[in-house]
């Protein structure tokens, strides 16, 4: 399963999920961590405490026990009168009845014995099974320097020693000051101790067990290491030289503390070559600590195995949401998918493609069935557009047919009377659409009289267009070689509304030229005005006489016009195609400047006046469409 | 420890070694080879140390395992010192040729009579020492005036009672046991300590530098040089290419031992181990850093030299407090062997 292959929705939700659940597991692992560790550093903190505790009862009921000792004897050689062996005898009793003791020694002050004795000292100590007596004090052996002495004698008060070997045992000794008082003075007569052999603490310490490997280790006040499982360490190592031989100035630090105080617990990454905890605790007696040490990682080792275990769970569960999520994200990216390219097809245009299938009810489900509506809508929409475009095609072939036969009515063979040296014809006519409602004709009414129109039916395309096909038909039929304009307008306007349901109209502008003697008869149904161009004289509008627009109303009467034109005038008339020509700023073309280009046109042919009006149109409409058709018929009188 | 890479390396060096002991024992039975290594005759002579063993004598321990005595033709065995074993008495009776001896013991020694001469002057600035806990207040030696001073016994006491002479103060001197326990336990006010030994005992035992003040006798115009070589004068009329050598050989071995100092400690705590005392390695390190910091004290080249100014200044004091009646002539105290 490939599942980047689905980058998306499959992605995000994998990661999404993967994610979310990876930092809820965390949180509640480090939660579970945090709290089981503090409570098993409790737990296991008071566990310790108590065994601490008995440790320490234990060594202190024993050192109580030999400190009552001397101060018995104390009494003994307050007294005067006993000779050194007696003393002895007695130290050597008192040593059969307390097996913990290894050796009791009474010394005297100088001269305090007898008055000419500088040194006087006994010493009863075991040896082997027996017990040994001896006396001492010399020259070479002066104890008044000796730290079990001098210390009980400077201190003026009862004192432990440092550890020291005596015959490869380890001892201590307890120095008790004896004092008499002598005339209201009180001074020092002499130190008893006792020497209890180190073996039976360590056989305390050690037996003392904290988890797996949890030791416990004795340290003088000095720090001197008195009982440790590392026999190496006893007396030749301080808890300072170790800390120094590691450049450790924190286990500096906790060694002092731990003799600056009375108990307490710390943690250290090194101590005796472990990351490790330590409690310790006074001795009260000597001011000795007593240690326990156990390796953190035994502390922690049941937390460890119930963090990976919870690891292990986590991990499998993260995996199985994550392959969930991908199998939940791929039913819906598959069908969603397929859909994705059934769309790219259906937008290729293949309407025929197939919706792929999805089973089940939910959004998916209706959106596939979304989809199948679609396409069919689609499908149907384009067999309408299919349909539709085929009609409009057929009307705008039939459009343009029309539009051929429209300009077929219309004479375009100029000249049209090449014979007639006395008259000259062009006319021109753009449509706006296919087929326009613009028209002009002309055509000899006899001989020598020329009737010709301009017209412009109202509205556009094919109903304007056949409504000028009647109108040009209707003045081809109703005009004959005795009318005159007016007469033939009224005949066509009577035909006209005759039936005009559709309350069409047309603008006429109808003149009739004798080419003979130059006369212009005209008539006008509401038409622009038609220029003159005089030979000599420049061009104008001409006067129009008044005539309503025909095909609008019934038996209307016109009046004609007349003017006589000298031989080289010109008759130029136009639709409103070409004074409304609009620009792309909604401005007409107006007849002002119509006026102007005819006049700079000067003496130009009339199929040259025609090209520079059109030529000015484009110029000026620029690009604006044309909106409606454009006629033009220019007639020059030559006379004969 | 040792790496376990290096154990694999060994047994590589180990097969190296055995094929060329083969080969140059071979050669060595092939006659034109035969040559002898060392002088045929070696000297048989020993030499008697103040102390137990300690970092104190590395460089006479560092010598004779690393065969210097041997190089310069003396077969050597050093006696261990300590309470019971007075170097000058070991010299006088000749159990043994050489001693090593303060300056102020051998001084006393030829102004009683006793003829021996300094060879070589090893330790050139004294290293004894007062040190007071900081929270007691007392900032300067005259502030112990009518404190509680520990003192060493015997020629320990020279200097600590001249200064508290010359300083015109009294304090009450307790006599000093070889530990300053006493004075950890509040006992006494000051303590007499060596730079090289109790002064690291004491902070070996949790208090550190800063809590406490240190009085130098050197620093207090008693710069009493300490251990030198003495042997008796007429060992050096007879044997004076011996004496020395036997300086040569220290020195040499002092050198050796000040640029290895780890494998000198080891040399130092097998033999303290054989003898039985507690052996703290980094008690040896310090020790053994501040004897060659006090025989280099005035210069490396100066190791060995006995300076007429050291030695008037510390023959004067003895005379002053009564404990010579005569000066010995320098010239005839001190042969320099250099």
């Given at each position: 399963m490939n599942i980047f292959h689905s980058k998306g929705i499959a992605l995000r939700l994998f990661l999404s999920f993967s994610l979310s659940s990876v930092l809820i597991f965390v949180t509640i692992m480090l939660s579970n961590y945090f709290y089981s560790k503090d409570k098993t550093e409790r737990q296991i903190g008071n566990h310790v405490r108590s065994i601490i505790t008995s440790s320490v009862n234990k060594v202190e009921s024993v050192l109580n026990g030999v400190e009552k000792i001397p101060e018995n004897l104390a009494n003994v050689i307050e007294n005067k009168g006993f000779t050194l062996q007696e003393l002895g005898d007695l130290l050597c009793s008192t040593l059969r009845l307390n097996d913990e003791i290894y050796g009791l020694s009474i010394a005297f002050e100088p001269y305090q014995?007898?008055?000419?004795?500088?040194?006087?000292?006994?010493?009863?100590?075991?040896?082997?099974?027996?017990?040994?007596?001896?006396?001492?004090?010399s020259d070479n052996d002066r104890y008044f320097y000796q730290d079990w002495y001098q210390m009980a004698r400077e201190m003026q008060s009862p004192q432990w020693s440092e550890p020291y070997y005596e015959e490869k045992t380890l001892l201590s000794t307890y120095s008790v000051p004896v004092y008499k008082t002598r005339g209201g003075k009180r001074h020092l007569i002499g130190i008893v101790a006792v020497d209890i052999s180190l073996e039976w603490f360590s056989d305390i310490v050690l037996s003392t067990k904290v988890l797996k490997t949890g030791y416990g280790a004795l340290i003088s006040q000095n720090g001197t290491i008195v009982t440790h499982p590392d026999r190496g360490l006893i007396m030749n190592e301080t808890f300072f030289t170790i800390a120094e031989a590691n450049k450790d100035n924190a286990m500096r630090e906790i060694g002092r503390e731990v003799l600056r105080k009375e108990s307490g617990i710390v943690r250290h990454h090194n101590l005796f070559g472990m990351d490790a905890y330590l409690y310790y605790t006074r001795i009260?007696?000597?001011?000795?600590?007593?240690?326990?040490?156990?390796?953190?990682?035994?502390?922690?080792?049941?937390?460890?195995?119930?963090?990976?275990?919870?690891?292990?769970?986590?991990?499998?569960?993260?995996?199985?949401?994550?392959?969930?999520?991908?199998?939940?994200?791929?039913?819906?990216?598959?069908?969603?998918?397929?859909?994705?390219?059934?769309?790219?097809?259906?937008?290729?245009?293949?309407?025929?493609?197939?919706?792929?299938?999805?089973?089940?009810?939910?959004?998916?489900?209706?959106?596939?069935?979304?989809?199948?509506?679609?396409?069919?809508?689609?499908?149907?929409?384009?067999?309408?557009?299919?349909?539709?475009?085929?009609?409009?095609?057929?009307?705008?072939?039939?459009?343009?047919?029309?539009?051929?036969?429209?300009?077929?009515?219309?004479?375009?063979?100029?000249?049209?009377?090449?014979?007639?040296?006395?008259?000259?014809?062009?006319?021109?006519?753009?449509?706006?659409?296919?087929?326009?409602?613009?028209?002009?004709?002309?055509?000899f009414l006899d001989e020598d009289r020329l009737l010709f129109i301009v017209a412009d039916v109202s509205g556009k395309g094919v109903p304007a267009s056949l409504f000028m096909s009647v109108t040009m038909t209707l003045f081809k039929a109703k005009s004959s070689a005795d009318m005159s304009p007016d007469v033939i307008l009224?005949?066509?306007?009577?035909?006209?509304?005759?039936?005009?349901?559709?309350?069409?109209?047309?603008?006429?502008?109808?003149?009739?030229?004798?080419?003979?003697?130059?006369?212009?008869?005209?008539?006008?149904?509401?038409?622009?005005?038609?220029?003159?161009?005089?030979?000599?004289?420049?061009?104008?509008?001409i006067d129009m006489p008044d005539g309503l627009i025909i095909g609008v109303m019934k038996d209307v009467g016109y009046s004609c016009e007349r003017i006589a034109l000298l031989p080289g005038d010109r008759i130029l008339c136009y639709t409103d195609g070409v004074t409304e020509a609009m620009n792309g700023n909604r401005e007409f073309y107006g007849s002002e400047r119509l006026l102007e280009v005819i006049k700079k046109a000067g003496q130009e042919d009339l199929q040259g006046i025609a090209a520079l009006i059109m030529e000015d149109l484009v110029f000026f409409a620029d690009n604006a469409p044309q909106s409606d058709d454009i006629t033009l018929l220019c007639i020059e009188y030559r006379g004969r | 420890m040792q790496p376990i890479h290096s154990v694999r390396c060994n047994k590589i060096w180990l097969g190296c070694y055995t094929f060329l002991l083969i080969i140059s024992s071979a050669l060595l039975f092939y006659p034109p080879f035969a040559v002898a290594k060392e002088p045929i005759t070696l000297h048989k002579t020993r030499l008697i140390l103040q102390w137990l063993p300690q970092g104190q004598f590395a460089g006479y321990y560092v010598a004779l395992e690393k065969g210097f005595y041997r190089k310069h033709g003396i077969d050597l065995e050093i006696l261990d010192g300590g309470p019971d074993a007075p170097p000058s008495e070991y010299l006088r009776s000749g159990k043994a040729d050489f001693a090593t001896m303060w300056l102020s013991t051998a001084i006393q020694k030829r102004s009683e009579g006793m003829q021996l001469i300094n060879i070589a002057q090893m330790i050139q600035r004294s290293s004894l020492m007062l040190v007071v806990k900081k929270a007691s207040g007392i900032k300067t030696p005259s502030d112990l005036h009518l404190k509680k001073v520990s003192i060493f016994d015997g020629d320990f006491s020279i200097q600590p009672k001249a200064l508290f002479k010359?300083?015109?103060?009294?304090?009450?001197?307790?006599?000093?046991?070889?530990?300053?326990?006493?004075?950890?336990?509040?006992?006494?006010?000051?303590?007499?300590?060596?730079?090289?030994?109790?002064?690291?005992?004491?902070?070996?035992?949790?208090?550190?530098?800063?809590?406490?003040?240190?009085?130098?006798?050197?620093?207090?115009?008693?710069?009493?040089?300490?251990?030198?070589?003495?042997?008796?004068?007429?060992?050096?009329?007879?044997?004076?290419?011996?004496?020395?050598?036997?300086?040569?050989?220290?020195?040499?071995?002092?050198?050796?031992?000040?640029?290895?100092?780890?494998?000198?400690?080891?040399?130092?705590?097998?033999?303290?181990?054989?003898?039985?005392?507690?052996?703290?390695?980094?008690?040896?390190?310090?020790m053994l850093m501040r004897i060659g910091d006090l025989m280099r004290s005035k210069g490396k080249d100066a190791v060995g030299v006995l300076y007429q100014g050291d030695y008037n200044l510390v023959a004067k004091e003895l005379y002053n407090i009564g404990l010579i009646k005569n000066i010995p002539a320098f010239e005839d105290f001190h042969i320099s062997c250099k």
């Open positions: 014995f007898k008055k000419d004795l500088l040194y006087a000292g006994i010493y009863c100590y075991r040896e082997g099974r027996g017990f040994r007596l001896k006396s001492f004090g009260p007696s000597n001011d000795w600590r007593l240690l326990m040490l156990f390796p953190a990682k035994e502390m922690f080792q049941d937390i460890r195995d119930l963090n990976v275990n919870v690891a292990v769970l986590g991990i499998v569960g993260i995996i199985l949401l994550a392959i969930t999520s991908v199998v939940i994200a791929k039913g819906i990216t598959k069908p969603l998918r397929r859909l994705s390219t059934t769309a790219e097809e259906i937008g290729r245009g293949n309407l025929d493609a197939a919706i792929p299938e999805v089973t089940g009810r939910d959004e998916v489900a209706m959106l596939a069935s979304s989809f199948g509506t679609m396409r069919d809508s689609l499908r149907q929409y384009i067999s309408k557009l299919t349909e539709t475009t085929a009609a409009k095609q057929r009307i705008e072939s039939e459009l343009s047919i029309a539009h051929d036969i429209q300009m077929n009515m219309l004479k375009k063979i100029f000249p049209p009377f090449p014979d007639r040296k006395e008259i000259d014809v062009f006319a021109l006519l753009e449509p706006a659409k296919e087929v326009g409602g613009d028209f002009y004709d002309f055509f009224s005949m066509v306007n009577n035909e006209l509304c005759d039936g005009n349901d559709s309350s069409m109209f047309v603008t006429v502008f109808c003149g009739i030229l004798n080419c003979c003697t130059g006369e212009l008869i005209y008539a006008n149904g509401g038409h622009m005005p038609p220029v003159i161009v005089r030979r000599d004289q420049g061009a104008q509008f | 010359k300083l015109n103060i009294n304090p009450r001197i307790i006599t000093q046991s070889p530990t300053p326990n006493l004075f950890l336990r509040g006992g006494v006010d000051a303590v007499s300590a060596m730079w090289y030994n109790e002064y690291n005992t004491i902070f070996n035992a949790g208090i550190n530098e800063e809590e406490l003040n240190t009085f130098f006798y050197s620093d207090h115009a008693l710069n009493f040089p300490e251990d030198g070589i003495y042997i008796m004068k007429d060992f050096y009329r007879d044997y004076a290419h011996v004496a020395c050598a036997f300086v040569r050989a220290s020195i040499e071995g002092w050198e050796y031992a000040l640029s290895r100092p780890e494998e000198s400690i080891d040399i130092v705590i097998k033999r303290m181990k054989r003898v039985g005392v507690p052996a703290n390695r980094v008690h040896q390190r310090w």
